[in-house]
């Protein structure tokens, strides 16, 4: 049964482990998350769901399991019902209504019309004496009459609520997405080599001894630098456009990337640089960042990473007013440059095939304004960029060429 | 109860007895502010068991909380010709898991802010949290744990934690308090708040918690700041505005917005709220 249970979540895509299973059931066996359905879920999330943007599936999960099993459930606990049954005052139904649940055939039918009912329903409901809602003489739904009622969502009047996954209270954590490919946790192996230069500021034993060897006994200390990490990050991201079919690409770097740096900031861009970035695509027209005020912000020590496909008309580059979304006083590549000026440690991530890159003259300028450190979007790529991103560009901008 | 200030909800009482129970570490995230370091301290208390706080540094490393080997003080004595300098279990200096595995009665561990260290920091540490138990190289011995202690560790989720180390916890999320458990915790502090007072405050703070995309939410800690100032001053209800949503700064927000933007987001709320009302009126 509960083996059961287990390959559901796992099928689910939850990363559940057979440690897990085993620590769940060890639990079980000395009463941990026993007597009550309630208790069972709060420990079953307790031993399996390690972390918090994965609750709000985990309850849907296991709505989707127990609803209409709470019967085989009480094969091993069997007062639940009970205490289910205490949570309204059965003197305050009339015999009529009374007679109405037993027909409705006790505990197990009532979970079998549940999960029916709730396949059937597609609107809110309150009152009435059938669907699932408020205030009526249904067994589901809250705070209405019905002895066996089964309560879904929204504080109850008796006791307290008997499910509460079924709140979905987790939703609004439920933002991240789990990084999947295999192939962007070996590039990130390579951002974390990035990460690992620091201060030096711990013994270096094996210098030291050499050093003093050498120095006839007498102690010479060498540091070296810990081991840390030290790196900034400031990502900028092309969103809408032609990119909308990279995004999901995109994403995933960025997810994986949230968690890799001590400071990593992101900002949005459309198709190029210009005056302005945004931060959150859906206030882009009023929540807006000047980039000015990024160079200000943001010290020489952030590597910047451009993530777009540089895919657009020449123009959007290097002409004033070229903006495909507003009039830009000053061409996209003046802000490029000022931008490298502080920021001497940049790349440029493009997901586009690079069979395109020289077919396409936008990608051609761009490369040549990034002074060739475009790089695709993929393991290689980016182990690449990471390389480069150690060395700063050579101050000679070559703008001028244009 | 032995500290009624601290209010503890079913759901987390039952993840601390499994973690009691089935002797794992419980590791705790939430939004700042909701007690989670509090917890390790009345827990301690409840169970009137010796409390070890550990707390995590970007430097902190693993081996810190076992043992440290003071080999600068050593050659110190051996310069001097110490007697001390032949016993290299002079040098050892006792971290605060050797602490809490020697302890006689059963200890309480709080790693306070775990993700604040290096990404290797839970790995190094997963073999002695699961055998409560390491070796001692310099001196060739095994520190043992006599009792399992309870493990509590806290996350502000600033990194995310290893697999093989998550799979080993118990993971509990504190949820910000609803309007319900927020007044059992105010009443718990302040129990002798004036009601109306203590109403306005609670409509202006999860007013304010809702307004959207301010950088830092005020927490369950600045509330009870807040109606601390609010109680010194002994301020009228109606000086907080609450009944007009948003159309003044609340009286002491300092203790509530601590970010530039964010105030400067509210008075922008505020004065568009004005705005609109000026509308309405004419």
Redo the contacts between chains.
Sequence with gaps: MLLDFFSHLRRSGL?V?T??HL?LL??LS?Q??VLDLQ?FY??AR??L????SL?DRFDQVFQDYWAGKEAAFDLNVDNIPQEWLRMADRDALTDEQKAMVEAMGGWDKLMETLAKRLEEQDEAHHGGSKWIGTRGTSPFGHGGFNPEGVRIGGKGGQG?AVKVWEQR??KDLDGTRELGTRDFKIALRSL?RLTRDGRPDTLDLNGTIRATAQNAGL?DIKMRA????SVNVLLLLDIGGSMDYHSALCEQLFSAAR??F?HLEHFYFHNFIYEKVWK?NS?RHN?TVSVPELIRTYGKKYRLIFVGDATMSPYEVVAEGGSVEHWNNEPGAVWMQRMQQHFSHCVWLNPEKPDYWETTPSIRIIRQLMHDRMFTLSVNGIQDAIDALKTPISANLPGEQL | MSNPDYIIT??LQ??V??AI??E?PL?V?GEPGTGKTQLALEIAKRLDAPLFQWHVK??TRAHQGLYEYDAVSR?RDSQLGDEKVKDISNYILHGVLWDAFTCEQRAVVLIDEIDKA??EFPNDLLQELDRMSFNVYETRETITAKQRPLVIITSNNE???P?AF????????I?FPDKTTMERIVAAHYPTVKQDLLKSAMDVFFDLRDVP?LKKKPSTSELLDWLKLLIADDLPAEMLGADELRTVLPKMHGALLKNEQDIHLFERLIFLHKQRNGQRNR
């Design positions: 990363p482990s440690t897990e620590l060890e639990g000395k941990v998350g208790k709060l420990f307790l031993c769901i390690k972390d918090e609750y307290r209270r987790y974390r102690l810990e081991r840390r990490n968690t890799e001590k959150d206030r929540d | 079913d759901e039952q993840a007895d499994a129970t089935l794992r590791l995230k970007s430097t050659l290096d990404i990194k995310e934690l697999d998550l799979r080993r916890c118990f993971f509990h999320y949820e995309g």
